[in-house]
């Protein structure tokens, strides 16, 4: 143990979406319970600066540029943290956008690039681990960063709720193809967390709604959960800690809520 965090030394990580919010978070905590972070992000110039933050040594964390809707930027990404740091462990699909819309106007072009980026970039970062992981023989944990949102529907987000409620059937069945390889999935569920997508929403949903700021955050995002509170990076970062590093095959393909009691099952 390191403190009171599960040890991930030795372990090479991936987090896509981690030049910022949660998926950087998750990966501060991978290195600060000694894994080595590759921070993946479109913003190359974002992933540079946050893994010479974490290592300015460069040893045990480096940036690497990722558009995870192109299937060469992810093989190649890929294939190079695994090259720099001799295999891949652990994969946090975590990148992500929000677009909100009512059906009737949801743009289709927008509606595929939803898709896109959640679930084919999920699908493509998955295969491209899977054949290191595989090929190494160590086993490896995979992680989807879903929502609440895919477990139950909210008004205006149909290619995100869409979207997440999708990423729970790739990880089970990934589960059930990776555990003869010792390959762990899951999908982390976070409620709304304070971060600059959701702060973009507010006032989007307000307009939307005819509704305060104040409103959508009190009535909207916050009125289902039992303390009106916001889940917070943290939140998230300690419970991805938490099952990257579960030892066995016994806790995988589940889904796990981490949202203030929003939602319970």
Known sequence: ??????????????VTGAASGIGREIARQFFDAGARVAIADLNIDGANAVAAEFDPSGARAMGVAMDVTSEAAVDAGIDAVAQRFGGIDILVSNAGIQIVAPVENFAFADWQKMLAIHLDGAFLTTRACLRHMYAQGRGGSILYMGSVHSKEASVLKAAYVTAKHGLLGLARVVAKEGAAHGVRTNVICPGFV?????????????AKLGISE???????????????????VDDVARTAL?????????????SIIVSHGWFME
């Open 1 to 14: 143990m390191q403190g009171s965090l599960p040890v991930l030394t030795d372990k090479t990580a991936i």
């Open 194 to 206: 304070r971060t600059p997508l959701v702060d973009k929403q507010i006032p989007e949903q307000a």
């Open 214 to 232: 104040e409103d959508v955050i009190k009535n909207v995002m916050l009125k289902a959960t039992v303390d009106g509170e916001f889940t917070t």
């Open 242 to 254: 938490f099952l990257a590093a579960f030892p066995t095959n016994a806790l995988t393909g589940q």
